[in-house]
């Protein structure tokens, strides 16, 4: 209940909230959307322990775009530079953590390693021809255009960097190993390009399953061997260009070892020189691991990537049943439209059943057609409000006190947080060329992302924001879609729909009382 959720606020200073990024297509104004899961009174619960990281693969992708534009020494060997600029940019490391992210997705968690090695091929071609000029090594260039591909026994690093997504999908670290050992056999077959990717997936699982970095390390020892002992200096005094597993590794983890976050340890690898990109997506992959991913970082992730390569971030959220907002709007065909996965059809959805109603009802140019569509629509709403529908409504910081709060360049995804103080928020409203306001209804964030909105995003039930839009006596009533085709409920309307909404939950108590008898 949006009451509820503003009262407890103003009743109690202990209140936490589970912060998520979320971001709008299209551009906003005012800079990323955060929502606001939840708002609650609970008991302190920092400090309790590890629990598993909720990110999935964009430290390898911010590893990659951030190291891009020092690969080749231009400039290199400090920490001290500009994190994220206009002239950083993906890179094939990014398209090809994507494929193969993609592949196992497609394969399913018990594939077997043959059709592991197949789906990875067949998706690293797809992805390779679609973008041919990402930065391949010349082999490689070779094997994506092959039509009979060939493993060619390679030591170079690109097993590593590309392996991310087996470090997050399965459940023990014997599976991570096997499948990142599969992913890396279909070009890099040699012992040691075998071994960067299993170390690889290895670190990431540990880390995000709660090993510390003592743990950590002492399996890394036991298990591959590598000898990263050398300090980051002792690394920058000889550093050069080179490609392999062999020398990508004990800088990945000298760079882990030694860093406090995300970016600290992506630093840390870009200052090592030479392939600078590759070294700090394995680091970058390995660190979110352990750190999880800051609410800033993943939206750098989304803002510099493609809509294809965001549809397989979505459903790699989705594999791993993380970030259900996902659904809500967010998958692309390759046109570049927004779908529903389980849908036939094309349709933006939060809801597939009151989308189509009111698409269908607001687009209809037959009055009569309109007339009976609009009786559906409404019926349709008002189901959806007897079943706790929820959508995302705006709001705005009263007194500016929530962002400072927050830290948000170092909020973690999926982390509880504290707030030290009370905080006002208000829903947001739309004001009309007349000058009156109304509530907005948003029923997809294609939808949010056409114009200029509050920057907090709380889910809140349909039924609660139409009661607001009658019981708020400086508004008009509820536009839906407002910057689109607005459609508006005046507070009349509002009471209608309300009063059949209470009469249909009344039924439906009834139906479940009889069913007790």
Same mark, same amino acid.
């Not at 020398?247 to 860093?259: C, I, N, Q, T, V």
């Given at each position: 209940m949006i009451r509820n959720m503003i009262n407890s606020q103003k009743k109690s200073r202990n209140s936490e909230f589970l912060l998520f990024f979320h971001k709008s297509p299209g551009r906003l104004p005012q800079g990323p959307v955060f929502s606001v899961i939840c708002i609650q009174n609970k008991e302190n619960r920092f400090g309790a322990g590890h629990r598993e990281r909720q990110e999935s693969m964009y430290g390898a992708i911010l590893g990659d775009i951030a190291g891009s534009r020092f690969e080749f020494d231009r400039p290199g060997w400090t920490k001290d530079f500009e994190f994220l600029t206009e002239d950083d940019h993906w890179t094939d490391d990014t398209v090809m953590t994507i494929a193969v992210a993609e592949a196992l997705i497609g394969a399913g968690k018990d594939a077997q390693a043959d059709d592991i090695r197949k789906a990875v091929i067949k998706s690293m071609q797809k992805w390779g021809r679609k973008y041919p000029y990402a930065g391949y090594g010349g082999r490689f260039s070779r094997w994506l255009r092959d039509k009979d591909p060939r493993a060619y026994g390679s030591w170079g690093n690109g097993s590593a960097m590309r392996v991310s997504a087996a470090g997050w999908l399965y459940d023990s670290l014997e599976r991570t190993r096997e499948v990142a050992r599969a992913t890396s056999e279909v070009t890099h077959n040699h012992p040691e390009g075998v071994k960067g990717a299993e170390c690889t997936a290895a670190v990431i699982y540990m880390g995000r399953t709660g090993a510390s970095k003592e743990e950590i390390a002492e399996y890394v020892d036991k298990e591959f061997g #590598?000898? #990263? %002992?050398?300090?980051?200096?002792?690394?920058? &005094?000889?550093?050069? /260009?080179?490609?392999?597993? /062999?020398?990508?590794?004990?800088?990945?983890?000298?760079?882990?070892?030694?860093?406090?976050?995300?970016?600290?340890?992506?630093?840390? &690898? @870009? %200052?090592?020189?030479?392939?600078?990109?590759?070294? !700090? !997506?394995?680091?970058g992959a390995m660190a979110e691991g352990m750190y999880g991913m800051t609410v800033l970082h993943r939206g750098e992730v989304l803002l510099r990537t493609t809509d294809d390569m965001r549809v397989v971030l979505a459903q790699f959220d989705r594999a791993l049943g993380k970030y259900e907002f996902h659904s809500m709007g967010w998958f692309l065909d390759e046109d570049g439209n927004f779908v529903d996965e389980e849908s036939d059809d094309n349709t933006p959805e939060v809801n597939r059943n009151l989308n189509r109603a009111f698409y269908l009802f607001r687009d209809q140019k037959n009055e009569d057609k309109r007339a009976k569509l609009f009786i559906s629509f409404l019926r349709e709403l008002v189901w959806? /409000?007897?079943? =706790? @529908?929820? @959508?995302? !409504?705006?709001?705005?910081?009263?007194?500016? %006190?929530?962002?400072?709060?927050?830290?948000?360049?170092?909020? @973690?995804?999926?982390?509880?947080?504290?707030?030290?103080?009370?905080?006002?928020?208000? /829903?947001?409203?739309?004001?009309?060329? %007349? =000058?009156?306001?109304?509530?907005?209804?948003?029923f997809t964030t294609e939808e949010i992302g056409k114009g200029e909105i509050g920057n907090i995003l709380i889910p809140v039930e349909i039924k609660d924001v139409l009661t607001l839009g009658l019981k708020m006596e400086n508004v008009k009533g509820v536009v839906i879609n407002p910057f689109d085709k607005p459609f508006t409920m005046n507070k009349e309307l509002l009471e209608k729909v309300l009063g059949e909404c209470e009469r249909l939950e009344e039924m439906k108590k009834a139906d479940a009382g009889k069913e007790e008898a």
């Open positions: #590598y000898d #990263y %002992s050398e300090s980051l200096e002792e690394m920058r &005094a000889r550093h050069r /260009m080179d490609e392999s597993c /062999m020398d990508a590794l004990p800088k990945a983890l000298r760079s882990f070892m030694d860093g406090e976050s995300v970016e600290d340890v992506i630093r840390n &690898a @870009v %200052s090592l020189g030479g392939d600078t990109d590759t070294i !700090a !997506a394995i680091a959806e /409000m007897s079943e =706790g @529908v929820m @959508v995302e !409504a705006p709001f705005v910081d009263a007194d500016d %006190s929530f962002f400072e709060q927050l830290d948000i360049e170092n909020a @973690v995804i999926g982390e509880e947080r504290r707030l030290d103080r009370d905080v006002r928020l208000r /829903m947001d409203t739309m004001k009309d060329p %007349s =000058g009156d306001e109304w509530l907005p209804l948003f």
